[in-house]
């Protein structure tokens, strides 16, 4: 068993971190914090959680109680593992943080887009960015692990087989992408209200989104060259799930495309290549680690259009996370993560 710590208990990625943990053979969590809730036990605030942590409250986020964990989580806003991270590294804990202070490897682009100074700029070079279908070696050998952020996540796996193989033009890539209202956190903001965000559908940041060089950055490693990627996210009315449709203008006659995405991913066990003329459901994947593709080629001709559907929370976040703490630990990769989705 190792003994696992999470600051920032108290947001979705937090409470879907112990849910998915619930399950876990080899991990114990010993440490839970929340400035604002210390001392409320986890299973008043969450009683989907009650018979699996009855023993356990929020407390402070306190430096030597987080130490002594093998690994902490990090379900904090932007900024709070730069304060941390290097800490804890230092006493020989490892650090897996889902938020985005250590996804993009140029400090000064981070600042742009997150709007504050990198809190952490000699941590970059030693992170690795959590997606095991890109990194799973590099991940094996981590001490410090940025989670890729959602729209990141399926827009990097529907892409991939793409880019990696040069049949699409790198310079014209679209990705518009809808995400359920959970994505925007647990804090009560207007957007999120029933009266607004139900029975209606809005974009948003479609003239810069901080996803946006997140997502170039892994596309371009992938490519090999510069991606010219359009990124438009939009607020659907629905807790949990992405789906992104991706489109890619084909260079030349590409061949078997479902073949190319069947070969790409038959060895990763949280991607599901569906069927042919399939279009997956985000229903199909609420509560389960799994990214579902789907392939298409409209009428034979020069677009490819790809189809990605994630939980937000699970695959775009804690589940992903667990994945990348079952690979530094040498764990199963889907230790606690097997279930299959709720459905309906
Ligand atoms: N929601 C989603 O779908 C996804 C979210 N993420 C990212 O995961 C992270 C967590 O998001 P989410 O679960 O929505 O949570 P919230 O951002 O709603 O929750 C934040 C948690 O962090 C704690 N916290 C806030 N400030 C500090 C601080 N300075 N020091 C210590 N703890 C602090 C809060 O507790 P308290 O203030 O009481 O200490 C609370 O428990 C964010 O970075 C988010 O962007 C990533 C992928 C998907
Ligand atoms: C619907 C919604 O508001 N989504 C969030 C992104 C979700 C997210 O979790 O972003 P990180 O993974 O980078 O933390 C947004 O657009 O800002």
């Keep these: 068993m190792i003994k696992v710590g999470i600051v920032g ?8 971190l112990l849910r998915l943990l619930a399950q876990h053979p080899q991990v114990e969590v010993t440490l839970i914090t929340s400035r604002s809730e210390a001392g409320v036990a986890v299973s008043d605030m969450y009683p989907n959680l009650r018979g699996h942590y009855d023993d356990l409250a929020f407390g402070e986020p306190d430096p030597e109680r987080l130490a002594a964990c093998d690994a902490v989580f990090f379900a904090t806003p932007h900024g709070v593992a730069h304060a941390l991270a290097g800490d804890l590294l230092a ?7 889902l938020s985005a202070d250590f996804r993009l490897k140029d400090a000064e682009e981070w600042a742009e887009w997150y709007g504050q100074p990198h809190g952490a700029p000699e941590l970059l070079e030693e992170a690795v960015y959590g997606l095991p279908e890109v990194n799973r070696e590099a991940i094996r050998g981590a001490r410090l692990i940025a989670v890729p952020g959602c729209y ?15 049949l699409i033009d790198a310079q014209h890539v679209i990705a518009d992408c809808k995400s359920g209202v959970t994505g925007a956190g647990r804090g009560a903001k207007v957007p999120s209200l029933l009266a607004e965000a139900s029975e209606s559908m809005k974009a948003y940041g479609a003239s810069g989104h901080r996803h946006l060089p997140e997502i170039r950055q892994g596309l371009t490693r992938a490519a090999g060259q510069p991606v010219g990627l359009t990124f438009v996210p939009h607020l659907t009315p629905m807790i949990r799930g992405i789906h992104a449709t991706l ?5 030349g006659e590409p061949g078997d495309l479902q073949a190319l995405f069947e070969r790409r991913f038959a060895d990763e066990p949280a991607v599901d290549v569906m069927p042919a003329g399939s279009h997956p459901e985000t229903r199909s994947v609420k509560g389960s680690d799994i990214c579902r593709l789907a392939v298409h080629r409209p009428g ?16 775009g ?5 667990i994945q990348n703490l079952n690979l530094m630990f040498g764990f199963d990769e889907m230790a606690g993560l097997g279930a299959p989705a709720l459905m309906p």
């Design 152 to 166: 990141p996540t399926a827009v990097q796996l529907g892409l991939l087989p793409l880019l990696e193989s040069g």
């Design 317 to 321: 976040a804690s589940g992903q996370a």
């Design 247 to 251: 489109y890619g203008r084909l260079n």
């Design 300 to 315: 034979d001709g020069d677009t490819v259009v790809v189809l990605a559907v994630i939980d937000n929370l699970v695959k």
């Design 91 to 97: 006493r020989g804990t490892r650090v897996i943080d």
């Design 9 to 16: 208990g108290t947001g979705y990625t937090g409470v879907e």
